[in-house]
């Protein structure tokens, strides 16, 4: 059986946890820092088996050389030498075995141009499984620091195709924040406000937020909403319409949630 379950790090981030109950071993994505990831295995008498990385940030690559140093841990990674100890460098389309589930590379560039995703399919007894990194965010998505907002609409709507039951597995506890600016933008949205009610209830006993399913994020994200009426209205109604193309209205978007 395989269990699913965040480790926290610095102030907000997610590494999460990867369980092969049957056997104790274990994988990890993006580990910032190392100290929790060592302490959970030792706690737990874990086996690290391998190491997923989304993208090249500090806090989701900074525990990999100690976690090398302590553990036979096999790292697999995107394209990018910046990166130091990858042992297997993935591009989309590429395939990986984790646990004895299947999972596919997406490249999803904009927050980073290196940025990847790493997505399982699932079957009858597994949902969908979509490890994101910073690329898309419960109730939102990352800031562009090195791509465009045509680049990063088009990663959003890459992972947006996918299944409505995909678990969404992202990498900071933004949740709460999020919502505040997609009620902004969307204040009738009702999904929305009782998802702002659930998101408040689980934050004021410091439970996470996430995995949320695709399928809300379609129904309650600003950033996947970008062809609704609603959100084009408040655009022009706030004076930050841009244009009529879905990633003209992402780009508004985008610019609004900086300075919010």
């Given at each position: 059986m395989l269990t699913i379950e965040p480790i926290r790090a610095f102030s907000d981030n997610y590494i999460w946890l990867?369980?092969?109950?049957?056997?104790?071993?274990?994988?990890?994505?993006?580990?910032?820092?190392?100290?929790?990831?060592?302490?959970?295995?030792?706690?737990?008498?874990?086996?690290?088996?391998?190491?997923?990385?989304?993208?090249?940030?500090?806090?989701?690559?900074?525990?990999?050389?100690?976690?090398?140093?302590?553990?036979?841990?096999?790292?697999?990674?995107?394209?990018?030498?910046?990166?130091?100890?990858?042992?297997?460098?993935?591009?989309?389309?590429?395939?990986?075995?984790?646990?004895?589930?299947?999972?596919?590379?997406?490249?999803?560039?904009?927050?980073?141009?290196?940025?990847?995703?790493?997505?399982?399919?699932?079957?009858?007894?597994?949902?969908?499984?979509?490890?994101?990194?910073?690329?898309?965010?419960?109730?939102?998505?990352?800031?562009?620091?090195?791509?465009?907002?045509?680049?990063?609409?088009?990663?959003?709507?890459?992972?947006?195709?996918?299944?409505?039951?995909?678990?969404?597995?992202?990498a900071h506890e933004y949740t709460q924040a999020n919502l505040r600016f997609a009620r902004a933008v969307e204040p009738d949205n009702e999904a929305l406000a009782e998802r702002a009610r659930e998101v408040a209830a689980l934050r004021a006993t410091d439970d996470p937020t996430v995995p949320s399913e695709l399928a809300q994020e379609r129904a309650t994200n600003p950033f996947l909403r970008c062809a609704e009426p609603a959100v084009a209205a408040t655009l022009h109604s706030q004076g930050k319409w841009q244009g009529e193309k879905p990633e003209e209205v992402f780009a508004a978007l985008r610019t609004w949630k900086d300075s919010f």
């Open positions: 990867l369980t092969d109950t049957a056997n104790n071993h274990c994988f990890v994505v993006d580990p910032g820092d190392a100290e929790p990831v060592l302490e959970v295995l030792a706690e737990r008498q874990l086996t690290l088996a391998g190491i997923l990385v989304t993208h090249h940030h500090f806090d989701h690559v900074g525990g990999l050389p100690l976690l090398r140093e302590h553990t036979s841990a096999v790292v697999y990674g995107p394209h990018n030498p910046a990166i130091e100890g990858v042992d297997h460098r993935l591009a989309e389309g590429d395939t990986l075995t984790v646990l004895g589930l299947e999972f596919s590379v997406l490249a999803v560039p904009g927050h980073t141009m290196d940025h990847i995703a790493y997505y399982c399919a699932g079957d009858s007894e597994q949902p969908p499984l979509l490890f994101c990194g910073d690329t898309l965010f419960a109730g939102g998505c990352g800031r562009m620091f090195e791509g465009t907002a045509p680049v990063l609409h088009g990663s959003l709507a890459k992972l947006a195709a996918l299944p409505g039951s995909t678990r969404v597995y992202c």
